[in-house]
T-cell receptor, first 115, second 115 residues
Framework: EPEVTQTPSHQVTQMGQEVILRCVPISNHLYFYWYRQILGQKVEFLVSFYNNEISEKSEIFDDQFSVERPDGSNFTLKIRSTKLEDSAMYFC?????????????FGPGTRLLVL | AQSVTQLGSHVSVSEGALVLLRCNYS??????LFWYVQYPNQGLQLLLKYTSAATLVKGINGFEAEFKKSETSFHLTKPSAHMSDAAEYFCAVSDGNQAGTALIFGKGTTLSVSS
């Protein structure tokens, strides 16, 4: 069964450093998403992406965040200058279509720890 | 704005007992509702979703949920718990009235199953 994969599974970085989190969505999916979950808190939407453009973003997704589809398979989330409060589990998801009824398929997550 | 409340951060049941995980939503438009499950070290997996076709929705692994508009609820049930059901369960709502497809999650409920 096709699945969303994410690398790395864990990343530790120093405050102020740049990190890139990588995701490989399901191959025939066209819509991609990033969510995060700070320990003990809700899973929160960051951004959705379609046709090489951001479709929607939350207030969390400020100028230090960016997303890219550098090739036909990868989807990345870059945090330019990490802060302590960026420590969280980051989930990538993809869906075949767009719309509120569409199922989003999630990857296993990348646990980011900023020291 | 849409929101989801999951009552009970932790639910414990005995094997063979009824599982009931509660979810209440707030939505100004007819909602699309989802239940996801997360097993340790894995991504979020869709259990079932409500898209207005039927109020009683059957999902994988014997789970089902009933949409009750009058109670703004979408509780998840399983008649007989199995040890393998131990996981974290997330209720989510998708705004049915906008082009964006952000899922809004509850805080999650951890289900423990004892023998």
């Amino acid at each position: 069964e096709p699945e969303v994969t994410q690398t790395p599974s864990h990343q530790v970085t120093q405050m102020g450093q740049e990190v890139i989190l990588r995701c490989v969505p399901i191959s025939n999916h066209l819509y991609f998403y990033w969510y995060r979950q700070i320990l003990g808190q809700k899973v929160e939407f960051l951004v959705s992406f379609y046709n090489n453009e951001i479709s929607e973003k939350s207030e969390i997704f400020d100028d230090q965040f960016s997303v890219e589809r550098p090739d036909g398979s990868n989807f990345t989330l870059k945090i330019r200058s990490t802060k302590l409060e960026d420590s969280a589990m980051y989930f990538c998801a993809s869906s075949e279509g767009q719309g509120p009824q569409e199922t989003q398929y999630f990857g296993p997550g990348t646990r980011l720890l900023v020291l | 704005a849409q929101s989801v409340t999951q009552l009970g951060s932790h639910v414990s049941v005995s094997e063979g007992a009824l599982v009931l995980l509660r979810c209440n939503y707030s939505s100004s438009v007819p909602p699309y509702l989802f239940w996801y499950v997360q097993y340790p070290n894995q991504g979020l997996q869709l259990l079932l979703k409500y898209t207005s076709a039927a109020t009683l929705v059957k999902g994988i692994n014997g789970f089902e949920a009933e949409f009750k508009k009058s109670e703004t609820s979408f509780h998840l049930t399983k008649p007989s718990a199995h040890m393998s059901d131990a996981a974290e369960y997330f209720c989510a709502v998708s705004d049915g009235n906008q082009a964006g497809t952000a899922l809004i999650f509850g805080k999650g409920t951890t289900l423990s199953v004892s023998s």
